[in-house]
């Protein structure tokens, strides 16, 4: 799978934008017998689960070559497919509609230059514990995400082993996933992600639904903005119809240009 990897860096130095998602990044490195791959030494095809991915070196575009992949791995495949075009590429589009992929999802990208002054971070309510995660954390941690995320296509579905293998990634810090208790119970969490000294990442926001209306999201975001007030700009992704978080975060100096823009296409 390394040829895949080297491909998807080389899009991404051009693009300005990877397109791969993480999750199927980790599934080539640690699992790529649950992957299923059409090469070429120019490009490939890719699927995961239902998920389509294909990815053409730049010098190579334009000659129909994704088409061809594409065309392969659709011949071979059977059932309702996805696929995502990060950035919103004409020519991803393009494509996937000239073999039976509709658009289903958009995803926005939101960006904070953080050398705007933060807000204060506000109190906790009372009997509320705002701290990082410790070991032993985990089964709230997923109980909470399963149920913050239950309409989540892919966010709701994570597992122990998925939440494990993101914890042993190098960019890991456990006072980096900042948790919301009261007593033993988990009422939400903030898992920040730092990419680099310079760019930071509003990773996951859950909250518990039991939990929601008591104001943790604003005070459970600007902690982790806190956390990651020493890089020069954080980014974070949000579906498009989320209103309600995408008042929030512009409430919290994110803001939306239209190239950062992802579309998922489907096919029935």
Do not use: C
């Amino acid at each position: 799978m390394e040829h895949v990897l080297a491909i998807a860096r080389e899009s991404e130095a051009a693009d300005g934008v990877a397109p791969l998602d993480e999750a199927t990044v980790l599934t080539i490195r640690n699992r790529p017998e649950s992957a299923r791959v059409w090469e070429d030494p120019d490009g490939f095809a890719l699927l995961v689960g239902t998920e389509v991915s294909v990815v053409v070196r730049p010098a190579a575009r334009g000659q129909g070559l994704g088409g061809r992949l594409l065309s392969s791995l659709l011949s071979e495949s059977d059932g309702p497919l996805v696929g995502w075009s990060h950035g919103g590429s004409p020519a991803a589009a393009a494509l996937a509609g000239s073999h039976g992929f509709r658009p289903a999802r958009e995803l926005w990208v939101m960006r904070r230059p953080m050398s705007d002054p933060l807000p204060a971070l506000p109190a906790a309510p009372d009997g509320v514990v705002v701290r990082g995660f410790r070991p032993g954390d985990e089964d709230e941690l997923l109980r909470v995400n399963a149920a913050a995320f239950a309409h989540h296509p892919e966010q709701g579905s994570l597992s122990l082993s998925g939440l494990q293998e993101r914890m042993a990634e190098q960019w890991f810090e456990p006072e980096g996933l900042i948790e919301a208790w009261s007593g033993s119970e988990l009422l939400g969490f903030h898992w920040t992600k730092r990419h680099s000294p310079t760019l930071g990442e509003v990773y996951v926001v859950g909250i518990s639904p039991a939990a929601q209306g008591k104001g943790l999201g604003r005070l459970l975001t600007l902690a982790g903005l806190h956390h990651l007030s020493d890089v020069a700009e954080v980014h974070l992704y949000v579906e498009a119809d989320n209103t309600a978080a995408v008042r929030l975060y512009s409430g919290l100096g994110f803001t939306h240009a239209a190239a950062d823009t992802h579309v998922q296409f489907a096919r029935p």
